[in-house]
């Protein structure tokens, strides 16, 4: 069963593939939307604490059971013990359903992409815009369906390699643009006197923590990282031994979370600077709504290029992301029902537009229905990350500590020298599980209407 597996040939090789992974839509459109509905500062810094102790944790873990095996996520829960493996599956599910909603915010990149390349960025700042664009059916179909559309076209021509090697050269041009804006948007706040914005990004204020925070914090670190869903484990399998495991999850830990801080800074005060506090709590739409009014203030030529530009870099975040999420799901089914690839695409793509339409259709003609009292797509966002994934982690888990041990994982993360946090890994694969079932409580009350507005509020 075990093929012959191709590796990467360096340590930069890996942490590069793995961080174009990780680095994607969950950086630059949740992080900012997601900061900025769940109190700004705290919600940074909570962020900021459990990725550096469950996010490294879950990520050690699931690369070095990836290398250990040498298998992907459900052959590898299956090599460990026959009874897991239906993790394997549930881990696969997630890339699954979150694909299509993926592209459909694919969709509003390119939708931008082209208004700024048409020199629109006065009309996309506009006020109303961006809900007149997502409220239009054919639009937001057009558009859903060409990010789709390009992601299965790469997958079934097999040049991913092709856009990988692209995105190698757009990502550090994304990074020197983010820090620009970023450095535009601190600057003209700072002249024109408001701190308010940079207040509350950057300054945690106990008062806007709730038990909410944790839950959104730990749904963004899954869902940003790229955890607790068997993707880290195929990238582990590709990892050659004599690389340093830990270093590396620190530095894919690290480029997450610098993107998803610039993209943070360049977004949240300008929200508070140009639509007030109330403008917070706009949801998915946020860098949508606000980044055109940033670009539009650098004027007319400026703000074009710049927008465009920017816009094509996120395009590429974002396809090498959808097209990973779309590999990992057509290569299992295309592995468990012995399909040729062009049958386990076409069923992919098929199934991802049909599963996508109720998230494209959301804010339009099916803004009515709103299950849990979100829009369409915020509820596949809930359903995968505040559930399906907190599943995922606490049967890792779980695995780890009672069928594994811990210490076969410090074994497999030794062998280049020592595991300098084993203590503080061994620790939190006891007690994250024990958390995340708190969580994911907390998660299910509130989808159903029961919140805790005043509770474990400090
Ligand atoms: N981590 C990616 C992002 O931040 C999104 C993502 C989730 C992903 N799961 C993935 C990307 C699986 C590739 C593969 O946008």
Request: net charge positive; with cysteine.
């Amino acid at each position: 069963m075990e093929k012959n597996r191709s590796s990467f040939t360096s340590k930069i090789g890996f942490v590069l593939a793995a961080a174009g992974s990780a680095v994607g839509l969950g950086n630059l459109w949740r992080f900012p939307y997601l900061a900025a509905q769940h109190g700004g500062g705290i919600f940074l810094l909570v962020y900021l604490i459990l990725s550096v102790t469950f996010g490294f944790s879950l990520m050690v873990a699931e690369i070095a059971i990836g290398r250990k095996t040498g298998l992907s996520a459900i052959g590898a829960f299956n090599k460990i013990n026959k009874k897991c493996s239906f993790i394997g599956y549930l881990a696969a599910l997630v890339p699954a359903l979150i694909l299509p909603y993926y592209s459909v915010i694919g969709g509003w990149v390119i939708k931008y992409l082209t208004v700024f390349c048409t020199g629109g960025a006065s009309t996309a700042a506009a006020d109303g815009y961006f809900d007149g664009f997502i409220g239009n059916t054919w639009q937001s179909l057009l558009f859903f369906a060409i990010f789709i559309g390009v992601t299965a076209v790469v997958v079934l021509l097999g040049v991913e390699k092709g856009v990988e090697k692209v995105s190698k050269i757009m990502m550090p041009i994304l990074v020197v643009i983010s820090v620009g804006v970023a450095a535009f948007v601190c600057i003209s706040n700072g002249i024109r006197g408001e701190w308010e914005g940079l207040l509350y990004y950057l300054k945690p204020d106990f008062s806007n923590f709730s038990i909410m925070t944790v839950v959104a914090a730990m749904g963004q670190l899954f869902y940003s990282m790229s955890l607790a869903m068997g993707i880290m484990i195929t990238y582990g399998s590709y990892m050659k031994k004599d690389v340093n495991l830990e270093s590396s999850a620190h530095q894919i830990e690290f480029f997450d979370m610098g993107i998803a801080f610039l993209a943070g800074l360049m977004i949240v005060p300008s929200v508070v600077s140009y639509s007030g506090i109330e403008g917070l709590n706009k949801g998915p739409g946020l860098m949508f709504v606000t980044l055109p009014k940033v670009f539009n203030e650098m004027g007319p030529v400026l703000g074009n290029v710049i927008g465009a530009l920017f816009f094509v870099l996120v395009l590429f975040a974002a396809l090498t992301s959808s097209i990973s999420l779309m590999e990992t799901v057509v290569s299992i089914i295309q592995d468990k029902f012995h399909l040729e690839r062009k049958v386990s695409c076409s069923i992919v793509l098929g199934a991802s537009f049909l599963i996508g339409l109720p998230s494209a259709l959301g804010f339009g003609v099916w803004s009515g229905f709103t299950p849990m009292g979100m829009d369409i797509l915020s509820f596949f966002d809930f359903i995968t990350n505040s559930i399906l994934m907190p599943i995922v982690a606490i049967m890792t888990c779980i695995v780890v500590c009672y069928v594994m041990k811990p210490q076969a994982i410090i074994d497999e993360t030794s062998l280049t020298g020592k595991f300098k946090l084993a203590k503080l890994f061994k620790a939190m694969i006891y007690v994250a599980p024990v958390l995340l079932i708190i969580i994911l409580i907390f998660a299910i009350f509130e989808a159903f209407g029961i919140t805790f507005g005043g509770f474990l509020k400090f």
